[in-house]
Structure formats: C-alpha cells, structure tokens
C-alpha cells in the first residue's frame, strides 16, 4: 500500500489555510463536491506541488440492498482520473432505500447509516463492493461508520465482519477511530476487540475526527476537536500496525488554521507513542522467540529499530500475539457456523435464505422499514430502541435543515428566524426522495402553497427564488418547467 503520511480533509472553506499548512502530505475531498471538469483552484495547485488528493464518497450506498448505480460509480471514476487518485474510498452503509424491491416509495436518508452485521447483509455488501472495485480505475477502500443505533439479531462484531468483508473481496479498510469511540459510547463496544480482529494488513488509511455528547448519545459530528479517547484508540492501532496515512476530517465550526496544526501534532504524537509501543512489543516478542531457542536477543540498531532478524520476526510472532487469524480464515470459520447461519437468519421475520435475490429482498425491507420510521414517521420496526431511533430521527432532520441551509442559502436569508421550525415541521411529513437541493425546492413550495411566510415581502421573495431555480433554467423569457406553472395557477387564487 502506498504510503500517505499525514492529511486533512479538504474543504472549500478552508482551503486557503490547507494551502499554507505545513506537514501535509495529502488531502481527502468529498468526491460528490468536485465537478472533474473544474476543479477547484485550490485542489489543482495542491496537485501541482505534487499532493495527494483522495475523493471520498458519500452516497454510493454499498450496504444497501440495490446494487451500485451505475451512474454513481462513473462519477466517482471520473473524479478519480481527474485527481490522478492513487485510490477512491466509500462507506460501509446504507443511504437510501425503498423502490423496487419493497414495491414502495424510495427514500433518502441523507446520512450514512449502519448496515447489520449479519451473513445476509454482509453477502449482498460483498457483491457490491466487487461490483463497484469492477467499475473503479484505483483501488477502493471502504470506511467503517458511527452509529446510534444497533439492529436486532446481529451475528458478527464489528471486527468480524470488517474481517471478513476484507477477506471475501480484496477490498482495503478506511478505518475511522472516531467511529470506534462513537459506537463504543453508543452501543458499548470494545475498540480494542474490534481492533484485535481487524486485518490490519488491509488498512488503506485511517480517519480522526471529534464529536459530542448531546441527547445522550456520541454524536460524530466533525464539528469539535478531536477529544482524547480518540487518541488514545489512534495509540492503540498504531502499537499493532503503521497506518499508511492518517488524516484530520473537520466539516462544521471551522477552527483557526493554529487549531487545526495543533491537533495535526496531536496525532502525529498519538503515533509516536504508538509506534514506541509496538517497537517495545516486538522486542520482547524477539527476546521471547531467542530464549525459547537458546539464543542471545538482538538488540536494535542506532535508530532503535530492531535488527534484521527482529523484522523478518514481525511477520510470523505478531500476527499470533494479536491473535489474528491467517488469510483465509475468514471462509474457514464461516464454513463451521453455517448451522446457526439458518436459525438466525429470521432476525427480521423473513424466511430462510433460497437465493441472491431472496437475500437482497429481505435486506431491503428490513431497511426499508428502518428508514421509514427514521424519517416518515412510521412504527419502529421490532427489535429497535426506540428511543434511540428517536434521537437518530431527530438528528436526520436537523442534518437536512443544516445542509438544505447550505445548498439553498438564500432560504434562511428569505425566512430569517421562521427558517429552522418551518422546515423541521415540513420533514416530519416529506422525506427526502431525490436529494438536498430537490427537497429546498420542494420546502419552497410547500410554503407557498400553504400561504407561508405570512409576510407579503417574504412570501413576494420566496415565490421569486422558486420559480428562478424550478425550471430547467434560470428564467429568462424562456418557458419554465410545468411544477412552476402549477404553483403559479395555486398562487393566483390566493
């Protein structure tokens, strides 16, 4: 794997101070966010000095139960090849389901979702992630999300199912350690098993990222410094293995470039102490090995790196202190638990696995149905917290009215304080069909054909804004799409 070093993620609102930042190796940008035709000024010059830019994407869905769209995943080639990507990265994750495979109305999450960790799921995101590394002119590497919420009936741990997930298709780990912390705090989960079963050998790169606490729950925002749990889980993974890269993602709440280096030496010093770690670990693992056989250990060089016969030691004494198990395992031991295979699959009440199609039907209704209830106010399915679903609904919501406020940032403008409570009352009864800047139009009319804003000025305003973007152009004597002259005939009566 090529090695990264150190990165941040790239965003337009801080591109000027990435520019100048020292120490940066490479760069990650959200790949639905660079159009390959024109790049931003930024990225290019970054490219021209010889940077490293990644495109990470964040709407493929590969944990969904569809295959890959098509057109999705040629973007995300084109981005690739436009940015000269040594490889591209996704998410293990679901973001959108319903359509044909329920028969029922196809939903948009907006957000990453968890995808349960059972044989069912894990077999159709195996065959979509071959699907997509066909499709990809690099690499891919997928990334392990944070979650609030757990699915009934899980079969695997977190690490077992990354292991196995690797181990079926080839595909190379993004390993998030904020992530880790967040579904530690969220679903009492072992960071340290889960990255005792990882196979680190698989890692591409590694994500640090801050949260918060709020309603309870972890929340991984990308909007605070990265807290000191997370840290200590970058220690740990970098006492078992060298990450190839390591980078800082911040998305919300910018921070002073100052800030952003000082957490940049946080986790340059996070994997000094890890590296410390591991060098002691396979020092006494050497000395161990030389005394069982009668030998003098050997001592490191001037570096403080262990001898020759120290590294060819790595190999085969580390993987067994970590407990890993050998390539290959992973079909090994699926091969001993197909017995329990068939009296777990009912985790969602449907019927036993005939078939791919059977198996990616099951998968959908049952995200189908935790979705709908996250975001159209539909029973939670059996087995959910549901106070849990709860507050994830509400982070939904308030995700889409943040990001709906950055897609269309002429509508809190228009709708001044009004903006946040019209716009979560309108989520509780319209979700998300067809993306961000759709549903700001679709917000717009709503308003409008309900008579809001009650202010004449505002209203005049918010009409104008619709009818200029509604159509399949600006306006501009040419006709305007039919929805526009719909509204048009509703307002007119009023």
Known sequence: ?????????????????????????????????????????????????????????????LGGADRPDAGRLTALAERAEALGSPLVTEHIAFVRAGGPLTASPRLEAGHL????????????????????????????????????ICWPGE???????????ADRTGVRLLIDVANLHTNHVNR?????????????????YVHVAGGVERDGVWHDSHAHPVPRPVLDILTDLASRVSPPGVLLERDENFPEPTELENELGAIRRALEAGAVERVKTELRSAAGAAAALGRPSEAPDGDGEPLVGVRAM??????????????????????????????????????????????????????????????AGTPVPEGFDRARVGVQARALAAKRADVVAKVAPELPVILGGEYRTAFLGYAQTHPMTDGYRRDALTFAEHLLSTGRPGDARARRELREWWLERSGPAPRSGRPVHRLARATRRVLSRR
């Open 1 to 61: 794997m090529e090695r990264l070093g150190t990165g941040i993620g790239w965003r337009p609102e801080i591109a000027d101070a990435v520019e100048r930042m020292p120490g940066i190796d490479w760069v990650e940008a959200v790949a639905e966010n660079v159009c390959p035709g024109h790049l931003p000024d930024s990225l290019r010059r970054l490219r021209e000095r010889g940077i490293t830019v990644v495109p990470h994407g964040v709407s493929l869905g």
């Open 113 to 148: 979702l968890p995808v349960p960790r059972t044989r069912d799921a894990l077999d159709v995101l195996c065959e979509n992630v071959r699907i997509a590394q066909d499709a990809l002119p690099v690499p891919l590497a997928v990334e392990n999300i944070a979650a609030l």
């Open 155 to 165: 079969e695997m741990t977190e690490g077992q199912f990354l292991y196995d997930l």
């Open 188 to 204: 009492g989960e072992d960071p340290c098993k889960a990255l005792a079963e990882l196979p680190l050998e698989a890692i591409a």
């Open 314 to 375: 790595r190999r085969e004494g580390a993987q067994g202190a970590r407990g890993e198990a050998p390539a290959g395992a992973g079909a090994a031991r699926r091969g001993d638990e197909t017995g329990a295979a068939g009296a777990t699959r009912g985790a969602f009440g449907l019927p036993p696995q005939e078939g791919a199609d059977e198996t990616r039907q099951r998968l959908a209704l049952a995200q189908a149905a935790l979705l709908s209830a996250l975001v």
